[in-house]
């Protein structure tokens, strides 16, 4: 069972370069998030697209753009990568709204550990 | 707006004595609650999760939380911990029914002792 599978696990940039970082879902969820993740500071959510075709702005958005490519694709895109965006990022998927047992979990990918120097 | 306040960075427990780790939180709405854990290098993986059809919910590998509305928390336990439960652990608030939002709170390590 795949899930949430993020690519790449690992990379280095230089500041100014710019990079995707790509996130696919095989469980038919409606719902799409990215999140980084600092030390002390949980999860905050950068992007989120509830459905195909609609994207909107979570908690840090500045400094990254996404596309929502399809209903199993969701990319985050750094357009000029700065030192305040190395953290480690995490992708994550669920049904979307209410149902009789209550908002739906979020299911996670393995994170992309992003260094920029 | 909602927030979540995990009270203890770090716990240190001896493998086989219970576990606690404490959660407060504030929201203007009924909550969803959930517990995440993760393992070094891995994504989050849920525990269990609250949406008020019962105060004491039950979730995997033994771990259990109670939901207390008149103190707003949400603490998690186990009996008796095992070295494989050496992680971080994330309590987690969504009131959002659009969007499914979460607020995730700073986290507590654990390290389980021999």
């Known amino acids: 069972n795949a899930g949430v599978t993020q690519t790449p696990k690992f990379q280095v940039l230089k500041t100014g370069q710019s990079m995707t970082l790509q996130c696919a879902q095989d469980?038919?969820?409606?719902?799409m998030y990215w999140y980084r993740q600092d030390p002390g500071m949980g999860l905050r959510l950068i992007y989120y697209s509830a459905s195909e075709g609609t994207t909107d702005k979570g908690e840090v958005p500045n400094g990254y753009n996404v596309s929502r490519l399809n209903k199993r694709e969701f990319s985050l895109r750094l357009e000029s990568a700065a030192p305040s965006q190395t953290s480690v990022y995490f992708c994550?998927?669920?049904?979307?709204?209410?149902?009789?047992?209550?908002?739906?979990?979020?299911?996670f990918g393995d994170g992309t550990r992003l260094s920029i120097l | 707006a909602q927030s979540v306040t995990q009270l203890d960075s770090h716990v240190s427990v001896s493998e086989g004595t219970p576990v606690l780790l404490r959660c407060n939180y504030s929201s203007s709405y009924s909550p969803s609650l959930f517990w995440y854990v993760q393992h070094p290098n891995k994504g989050l993986q849920l525990l269990l999760k609250?949406?008020?059809?019962?105060?004491l919910v039950k979730g995997i590998n033994g771990f259990e939380a109670e939901f207390k509305k008149s103190e707003t928390s949400f603490h998690l336990t186990k009996p008796s911990a095992h070295m494989s439960d050496a992680a971080e652990y994330f309590c987690?608030?969504?009131?959002?029914?659009?969007?499914?939002?979460?607020?995730f709170g700073g986290g507590t390590r654990v390290l389980v002792k021999p």
């Open positions: 609250y949406t008020s059809a019962a105060t």
């Open positions: 987690v608030v969504s009131e959002g029914a659009a969007g499914n939002k979460l607020t």
């Open positions: 469980m038919n969820h409606n719902s």
């Open positions: 994550a998927s669920s049904r979307t709204g209410q149902v009789a047992s209550g908002i739906q979990p979020q299911h």
